[in-house]
């Protein structure tokens, strides 16, 4: 069963400053997606990362995927308030079944 | 391009009623179309999967009689809650993807159910 962790959960921080959010996940996988929700909304895309290696960059977010260490990063450049959102990472497992399966979701605040 | 639309974005039923909700591509064919829940502060679930014309798939635990899903056409699934009951007060979203769009599912923009 493929698993998809991010870390942190909850992340709280001030404007200007940079954090980064992790999604680890349990099987092999070359596709993996960033997507951002806000409060009672549905999931906006962000990043599709489709190999070893892929960095994209859009704004103040930067995501890059490494296959082999199963682990995709999602960086945040001099945080503004209007990211505040809860962002998801989702892995689909190259199984032939195009399933996604989530992560557990960063909540991001960002304070001014 | 490549939008995907739901109806209704909001609806409250009582206990024991049906609620169909319905997805649309707006600007491609989809052969497949996803079906996933979220309760509030928790992440995606996916409930089942559907290709245009035939059964649905459905993730181990969803059960298949209460969650009845349609896919007729290439632009069109439907969702079904069958007898609804105040827990499967959910929102529920559903996603679409094309054959010239194989690499990305496209969300739509969820229905809120509240059953009363």
């Known amino acids: 069963e493929l698993k998809v962790e991010q870390n942190p959960l909850f992340l709280s921080m001030q404007e200007g400053k940079n954090y980064t959010i992790y999604c680890n996940y349990s099987?092999?996988?070359?596709?993996l997606y960033w997507y951002r929700q806000d409060p009672g909304k549905s999931l906006e895309s962000l990043f599709v990362?489709?190999?070893?290696?892929a960095v994209k960059q859009e704004g103040r977010l930067m995501a890059s995927l490494d296959t082999k260490a199963r682990l995709s990063t999602l960086h945040i450049t001099a945080a503004v308030h209007d990211l505040s959102a809860t962002y998801f990472c989702?892995?689909?497992?190259?199984?032939?079944?195009?399933?996604?399966?989530f992560g557990t979701g960063t909540r991001l605040t960002i304070i001014p | 391009g490549a939008v995907v639309s739901q109806h209704p974005s909001r609806v409250i039923c009582k206990s024991g009623t049906s609620v169909k909700i319905e997805c649309r591509s707006l600007?491609?064919?989809?052969?497949?179309m996803f079906w996933y829940r979220q309760f509030p502060k928790q992440s995606l679930m996916l409930m089942a999967t559907?290709?245009?014309?035939?059964?649905?798939?459905?993730e181990q635990g969803v059960e298949k009689d209460k969650f009845l899903i349609n896919h007729a056409s290439l632009t069109l699934s439907t969702l079904t809650v069958t007898s609804a009951h105040p827990e499967d007060s959910s929102f529920y979203i559903c996603?679409?993807?094309?054959?010239?769009?194989?690499?990305?599912?496209?969300f739509g923009p969820g229905t809120r159910l509240t059953v009363l």
């Open positions: 996603s679409a993807r094309g054959l010239a769009l194989v690499n990305e599912q496209f």
């Open positions: 990362l489709l190999s070893n290696g």
């Open positions: 600007d491609f064919q989809a052969t497949t």
């Open positions: 099987t092999t996988s070359d596709r």
């Open positions: 559907s290709n245009e014309g035939s059964k649905a798939t459905y």
């Open positions: 989702a892995v689909d497992a190259n199984f032939g079944n195009e399933k996604l399966t």
